[in-house]
């Protein structure tokens, strides 16, 4: 599979956009991947911190 760069958004997809629409509808799908990544990171980083675990314990 080849992968193009648009030269208007800048996003790499299977080919350039051919309307702002695209590029605007593109640049949301990569809002959208990098909100996931970084609620996972987070998620990832609060699992641990030690106050998370003491929680844990204390609960269980
Ligand atoms: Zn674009």
């Known amino acids: 599979m080849a992968f193009t760069v648009c030269p208007f958004c800048g996003i790499a997809s299977?080919?350039?956009h051919d309307s702002q629409?695209?590029?605007i509808?593109?640049?949301q799908d990569e809002i959208d991947?990098?909100?996931e990544l970084l609620a996972a990171?987070?998620?990832a980083r609060s699992?641990?911190?030690p106050a998370a675990r003491?929680?844990?314990a204390?609960?269980?």
Do not use: F, I, S, Y
Request: glycine share 0%.
């Open 21 to 23: 629409e695209a590029c």
């Open 54 to 56: 003491r929680q844990d």
């Open 33 to 35: 991947k990098t909100r």
């Open 41 to 43: 990171v987070d998620a």
């Open 58 to 60: 204390q609960t269980t």
């Open 14 to 16: 299977d080919k350039a």
């Open 47 to 49: 699992d641990e911190t």
């Open 25 to 27: 509808d593109a640049l």
